[in-house]
């Protein structure tokens, strides 16, 4: 399989949308009887539309899963 080289942007980028995945996915997670809806914090959105943004990613979700895909392909699922 072709190993795809990353850009600092682009794998900046990808990282920003692996933490976005994580936080998402601990919110859901987190304590049924908490009475309140998984809120992910606005920092950490905010974070993964500027790495997307300075990579040039922004509207372009064909290409960044690609990059995605390519530089990790098995996401976590546990």
């Known amino acids: ?3 795809a080289v990353l ?6 980028a990808v990282q920003a949308y ?19 809806p998984p809120v992910v914090p606005p ?3 905010a974070e993964t539309e ?6 040039g990613l922004t509207g372009n979700e064909d290409a960044f899963f690609e990059l995605l ?3 990790c392909p098995e996401p976590d699922r546990r």
């Open 18 to 36: 692996l933490r976005l995945l994580r936080t998402v996915r601990a919110a859901f997670d987190g304590p049924p009887d908490g009475g309140r």
């Open 69 to 71: 895909h390519s530089w």
């Open 7 to 12: 850009t600092d942007r682009e794998r900046a």
């Open 50 to 55: 500027r790495a997307l943004k300075a990579a």
């Open 1 to 3: 399989m072709p190993t």
């Open 43 to 45: 920092a950490v959105i």
